[in-house]
Each structure stands twice: as structure tokens, then as C-alpha cells.
């Protein structure tokens, strides 16, 4: 054994820390919502290879950019469709310490790129005007909050991931955020076991904006 | 070695701990509760591990079941040992195992076909060979060092302060000589020979 080997040790006890928290926060998934219900296997990303177009296309804005809800009301949303593409929530008593909102928005600007070939994307903590989670958010605030922060000038398209719920299982890295998104948004080849993707004690609501 | 009993967490592992008893006692329940209980949570560990990669979904969900298929068979087996590792301490051991092969196999694969290393990850071809190997050995070997340093992190043996185990925690975490001067409040330099004495120390105490 040497300081090597103990170097390793200790990241891999770092893992498997990270690891049992995933298990026990996989417990509880029987009382989770389906994830993404309804919707078919990887529709919004398309096949893999569209997939890979979108991570070449990503030019990530400004990583953890903190956003204050009530900025929004103060701005209204540019015209156009919201839908709600899914939805799952409604834990209770969440400690405040511990629990946050974070969004990973996917914009699409110019004519060439839309929701499967997004121009850029964004990760942002954000704090909910309501102070509660992304479940219990006004429709429209995920877009408008992410409008704030485009990283495109004209956006056509915004696919929004609002995400609630303890730090620890909520994505720590842009590449987290990227292989979250992928993981729920589909790659064209599996969508199907929606905790897979997430810790059931995680809300989460998708939200798409169109102007078109 | 340690200088201190086992004392595992018993909020996060207890369910799994009692489930795994059943299945050992042969309950099919049981194991299907456990395989319900563990899949979700091996994904996510294989997603974070393979990040963006080209078909990074797939690949996590297949080794995620190969992990799952090495816990069963070892578990029926009784190859697990509760008085050496917490279960969650060993399912991260297998899947540990389970990943390593993945790259080694990988690895064989593309030296063998020319193919570049390029981002498509584990192969398909990959993760079914995984199962027919044998982790117990390695796995119980393993998960019982692992355990032993989560014991120290936890401040359950060793002998190190607090503020020793938060700098060994940042170590963990894969903080740099100048992150972990920023955390310990001290220059790079000093941080360095920190970290070099608490791995010594560390590796002295886990050699026995």
C-alpha cells in the first residue's frame, strides 16, 4: 500500500458514498411518477447521431449563472406556445438547507437548429418566485427565467429542465447537466424507466417554448 | 486493524440490508424488490461515469444489469460478507469490478479491431461478457479496503482530527494542491505536504 494506492482508495470511498445515495434515493421510487409519461423513446433528441450534432453544437453559457425569480414578473414572455412535456413532484417538507432549483435550458435560434440541434444550452440555479419547487411554479415561469439568460439573441425553440430537490442528487457539472439532459430527453434509443434518469426524491417539470 | 467497531449507517443501508437477507434466505419477493431497488441508482452511478459519451444510456442500463447479475449470483453464494463491508460499500465494489472490465475489455477490442478510441463508449458486446466473469474475489478484497476508509472519513478509526478527515474528504473529492489550500487555509505548498503526509499516514494505517 502506497500514498497511490491510498490516493485511489479514498476517491473510490468518495464514489461509493456518492453511490449509496443514489440507492437510498432510489428507495422511495415506487411512489415516483412515471418519468416523462406518455411521451415515445428518445423523440425529442432524435437518434444518436443528432444527439452528437447537439453536443457539438453546445456552446455552454456562462455554467451556474444565479437567476432571482422575481426578475421575471418584471418581463413578459415573448409570444408563443408553452407545453408542458412532463411533470413530476409533490414532496413535501423539504428542508431548505439542502434542496434547490437548478434549470438546464436548451435554446434554438437561427433556422438551422431547433429542440433536437439546439444552438447552446445553459445550466442555472434559480430560485422560485413562489419559494417553492419547480412543481409548484406558475406555467410560464421555467421560460421565462431562462429567457433571461438565452444565450441565443432571437430564440425560436426553449426546452427547459426544471429540477428540484436535494443538492446531492442534482447535477454537480455541466457534464452531469449534459448527461441528465440527454438521459431524459432521449437519444432516440431509450427513455423508457423514467427514475432511471433521476432520484425519485427529485421534482422535475420540461417545459417547451415556440414561437412558431 | 481498525481501532474502533464497524458502526454502518443504518438510514441509508438498513432497507437494502434486510432485503439482501431475504434474498440470501431465498425470497424471489425479495429479490425482485432488490433488483427494483438497485437498478435506478446503478444507472445513475454508470451515467455519471461514462458522462457524455455516444449512447451513454444504453451503456449504463447494461453495465448497470451486469453489476446487478454479479450482486445476485454473489449474494446467492453467500460471498458477501456483512461483517467486512456495508452492502452498499460492496455493490459499489462489484460495480466497480464490473466497470474496470468494461474498459479493459473495450480497450482489447479496439487494439484488436484498429478502431480509435473514440466516444462511443463500452460495447454492447462489452457488457454481456461481463457477466460470465467472477467478481467475488476481487470484490470482497476491495470492498473491504473501501470500507475501511469510509470508516476513517466517517472518524470511526485512523486516528485523524476532524480537520485531517475534511482534508482527506477534499482529497476524495479530487481537489487540487490550490483548492485544497483554499480549504485548508494555507499556501499551495504547505497543502501539497499535507496531502503527501495524510496519504502516507492513510496507506500506513490501511497496510496494517
Known amino acids: 500500500m502506497n500514498e497511490r494506492d491510498a490516493q485511489r482508495l479514498l476517491e473510490m470511498a468518495h464514489e461509493a458514498e456518492r453511490l449509496e445515495r443514489d440507492l437510498s434515493g432510489a428507495m422511495g421510487a415506487a411512489d415516483a411518477l412515471p418519468l416523462l409519461a406518455g411521451r415515445g423513446r428518445g423523440s425529442m433528441f432524435g437518434s444518436s447521431t443528432r444527439w452528437g450534432y447537439w453536443r457539438a453544437a453546445i456552446a455552454a453559457c456562462a455554467a451556474f449563472v444565479l437567476v432571482f425569480g422575481a426578475s421575471w414578473l418584471q418581463r413578459s414572455l415573448p409570444k408563443g406556445t408553452v407545453t408542458t412535456i412532463a411533470s413530476r413532484g409533490g414532496h413535501k417538507a423539504k428542508p431548505a438547507a439542502d434542496h434547490a432549483t437548478m434549470l438546464i435550458a436548451l435554446f434554438a435560434g437561427d433556422e438551422q437548429s431547433n ?10 440555479r434559480f430560485a422560485p418566485v413562489s419559494g417553492g419547487d419547480v412543481a ?26 426544471g429540477l428540484s430537490g436535494p443538492r446531492e442528487h442534482l447535477p454537480a457539472s455541466d457534464d452531469e447537466a449534459r448527461s441528465l439532459a440527454k438521459c431524459l430527453l432521449g437519444d432516440g434509443a431509450s427513455v423508457g424507466s423514467g427514475d432511471v434518469c433521476l432520484a425519485s426524491s427529485v421534482d422535475l417539470r420540461v417545459q417547451r417554448w415556440s414561437n412558431e | 486493524m481498525r481501532d474502533d467497531p464497524r458502526q454502518p449507517d443504518p438510514a441509508a443501508s438498513s432497507h ?6 431475504r434474498v440470501i434466505a431465498g425470497d424471489e419477493f425479495a429479490l425482485a424488490e432488490l433488483h427494483e431497488a438497485l437498478t435506478p ?8 461515469k461514462l458522462g457524455g459519451q455516444r449512447r451513454a444510456i444504453e451503456q449504463a442500463e447494461e453495465l448497470a444489469q451486469a453489476a446487478w447479475v454479479q450482486v445476485w449470483a454473489l449474494l446467492q453464494r453467500g460471498a458477501y460478507d456483512p461483517q467486512r ?13 464490473v466497470w474496470m472490465r468494461a474498459m479493459r475489455e473495450q480497450e482489447r477490442r479496439q ?10 463508449g463500452v460495447s454492447g458486446d462489452t457488457t454481456r461478457a461481463l457477466v460470465e466473469g467472477d467478481a467475488a474475489e476481487d470484490a470482497l478484497e ?3 479496503q473501501i470500507e475501511q476508509v469510509r470508516e476513517v472519513l466517517a472518524g470511526r478509526g485512523g486516528g485523524f482530527t476532524p480537520a485531517e478527515r475534511d482534508a482527506l474528504r477534499a482529497i476524495a473529492e479530487g481537489s487540487t494542491d490550490r483548492e485544497l489550500a483554499k480549504r485548508l487555509g494555507v499556501a499551495a505548498s504547505t497543502a501539497n505536504e499535507r496531502r503527501k503526509t495524510l496519504l502516507a499516514r492513510l496507506a500506513k494505517w490501511l497496510g496494517g
Not at chain 1, 139 to 158: D, G
Not at chain 2, 16 to 21: E, G
Not at chain 2, 41 to 48: A, E, K, N, P
Open chain 1, 115 to 124: 429542440a433536437a440541434e439546439p444552438e447552446c444550452w445553459c445550466l442555472q
Open chain 1, 136 to 161: 409548484s411554479m406558475a406555467p410560464e415561469e421555467l421560460i421565462a427565467a431562462s429567457m433571461e439568460r438565452a444565450c441565443v439573441t432571437s430564440p425560436r425553440q426553449v426546452v427547459v429542465i
Open chain 2, 16 to 21: 437494502l440490508d434486510a432485503l439482501a437477507a
Open chain 2, 41 to 48: 441508482g446503478l444507472t445513475r452511478h454508470f451515467l455519471r
Open chain 2, 85 to 97: 463491508a456495508r452492502l452498499t460499500t460492496y455493490i459499489y465494489g462489484v460495480a466497480h469490478i
Open chain 2, 111 to 120: 487494439q484488436r479491431d484498429g478502431a480509435s478510441l473514440d466516444a462511443d
Open chain 2, 142 to 144: 476491495l470492498t473491504s
